[in-house]
């Protein structure tokens, strides 16, 4: 016992945000899990909309989130504090134009996507400008390597949304999506804690100085550009699926995305550590290279792995995950690993050069996402023609992306 405990005192505070993080990507399969199985096909592609527009929220927030950790990490003291004000009011506004937008417009979200009720889409609409301040704490946190305070936001919203949503959905008599969109609704409440906000401080004008308050909204331009690539690469599948086919059909995608992503899910984990790992080396001078690659490395190993099990055990992945409901999906499922893994790896690059304030990769990954949604608006005449196509969108990006660091990087140092 003795001998635990020291090992315990021996975790760093990021060692005990991975450790963290993993378990909240287990609490999130588990809770996509749950509802996959409580719901059935059918049912569960109404629910997987709202996690997934729940997937695109959390890009729109990470822009503020890694904004605030960017300029946390490389200021102190009057200017940190300045910082955090003026984020929170940029926040606040967003989201609730935002939320605002999607209230006005939830009859035409549902006529679009063809659920049972618009209610779903306001009560999401609510807890919109709810998770824009929560992202902006959580960057507060990040970029001061407070990584406790950050896994307990995490954890928290994690842990309400899983218990609360299948709570109502086992004891409350409503449609399936309005309890979803209920349990997201309090999940980011609960998320948002510990949060110290001020208001009297967030409405006072800005004490920052016209060249960093020039600086921070340029980099919320270049990185709400890239999300917005991020939400198109990494969402338009299943919200075009939703769109284009029936809903059994759009809820069996749904199970083989949510296995599929895993990869992602983990190098997401890995991306909130390496971006202020990376600011913070460049601001002392340090080699940056090096933990590019390390990254790089963790996460292809990674992925050899999981793609090569969903080769090889296809149908005792699903029967196991979702149930022999969606066994239909097993012939699919590595190609969809795979192409998901292209993207986490050419996603590493990508936030690499965006923490080093070179953006040409957010060109290359905005283009890719693009040529994806077309492909995918053109091409979409069975499931399997439209894993195919993101499967020849993220080949190419990552290409590209290794050529780009082969260029620039890789000369540079044979060069120099």
Not at 40 to 51: D, Q, R, V
Not at 64 to 92: E, H, P, S, W
Not at 113 to 139: E, K, V
Not at 403 to 412: A, G, L, S
Request: hydrophobic share 55%; net charge positive.
């Amino acid at each position: 016992m003795g001998a635990l405990l020291v090992l315990v005192r021996k975790i760093t505070p990021k060692q005990w945000f991975m450790i963290s993080t993993m378990v909240v990507n287990g609490g999130n399969y588990l809770y996509n899990l749950i509802l996959g199985r409580l719901l059935g096909p059918k049912a569960f592609a109404e629910a997987a909309l709202m996690i997934t527009l729940l997937l695109v929220l959390s890009f729109i927030g990470m822009t503020f989130q890694m904004t605030v950790a960017k300029f946390i990490a490389q200021t102190d003291g009057t200017d940190r504090k300045a910082v955090t004000d003026q984020l929170y009011r940029y926040g606040l506004w967003a989201g609730a134009l935002f939320g605002f937008t999607v209230y006005v417009g939830a009859p035409s979200l549902q006529q679009f996507f063809h659920t049972q009720n618009a209610l779903m889409f306001r009560i999401f609409g609510i807890g919109i400008p709810i998770y824009f301040l929560m992202s902006i704490n959580r960057g507060k946190n990040q970029g001061a390597h407070e990584f406790k305070k950050l896994a307990v936001s995490y954890q928290s919203e994690m842990w309400g949304r899983l218990f609360i949503t299948v709570a109502a959905l086992i004891l409350l008599p409503f449609q399936h999506g309005v309890l979803v969109a209920f349990g997201i609704f309090i999940s980011l409440v609960m998320g948002s804690f510990p949060m110290k906000l001020k208001p009297s401080r967030i409405f006072r004008p800005s004490r920052l100085s016209p060249l960093l308050k020039k600086r921070i909204k340029h980099f919320i331009a270049i990185t709400a550009f890239y999300e917005l690539t991020q939400i198109l690469i990494n969402n338009s599948d299943i919200i075009l699926v939703k769109r284009y086919f029936a809903d059994e059909q759009a809820g069996l995608y749904a199970s083989l995305a949510l296995i599929g992503r895993v990869v992602y899910f983990i190098a997401w984990m890995l991306v909130m550590l390496l971006l202020p790992e990376v600011v913070k080396a460049k601001k002392e001078g340090i080699p940056t290279t090096p933990m590019l690659l390390r990254y790089v490395s963790y996460i292809s190993a990674l992925s050899i792995g999981i793609v090569s099990f969903c080769a090889l055990f296809p149908e005792f992945v699903i029967r196991a995950l979702f149930g022999g409901a969606y066994l239909s999906m097993s012939a699919l499922l590595w190609q969809y690993a795979l192409a998901t893994s292209l993207f986490a790896v050419a996603n590493i690059f990508t936030y690499y050069y965006l923490s080093l304030d070179r953006y040409t990769p957010i060109w290359l990954a905005a283009i890719f996402g693009c040529v994806q949604v077309l492909l995918l608006i053109f091409f979409h005449g069975t499931l399997s023609m439209v894993v195919q196509v993101q499967l020849i969108a993220m080949s190419a990006l990552l290409i590209t992306q290794l050529i780009y660091y082969i260029r620039y990087d890789v000369r540079k140092k044979t060069s120099g």
